[in-house]
């Protein structure tokens, strides 16, 4: 077998004796990249934003936790 089989995960989307086969991204690769790429942008965006510190006095509140490099985060 010279080439996945079409519409395996890593099939090109076309057979691979054809002109455009080596161009060519199918729209199930486009879809799955997009929501791939997204979604790791969304969970690096949750992270940050479960991240972010209100200021406080700290007045020691603080010292016994081992999170307390949480208010050095950008």
Same mark, same amino acid.
């Given at each position: 077998?010279?080439?996945?089989?079409?519409?395996?995960?890593?099939?090109?989307?076309?057979?691979? %004796? #054809?002109?455009?086969?080596? /161009?060519?991204?199918?729209?199930? !690769?486009?879809?799955?990249?997009?929501?791939?790429? @997204?979604?790791?942008?969304?969970?690096?965006?949750?992270?940050?934003?479960? %991240? #972010?510190?209100?200021?406080? /006095?700290?007045?020691?509140?603080? !010292?016994?936790?081992?999170?307390?490099?949480?208010? @050095?985060?950008?």
């Amino acid at each position: 077998m010279t080439h996945a089989p079409l519409g395996s995960l890593n099939s090109v989307g076309g057979v691979a %004796t #054809e002109i455009n086969a080596v /161009n060519y991204v199918s729209p199930r !690769s486009w879809l799955a990249t997009s929501h791939f790429v @997204l979604g790791f942008f969304l969970f690096v965006g949750t992270i940050r934003i479960g %991240t #972010e510190h209100t200021p406080c /006095n700290c007045t020691g509140s603080h !010292s016994n936790n081992i999170f307390w490099f949480g208010h @050095l985060l950008i």
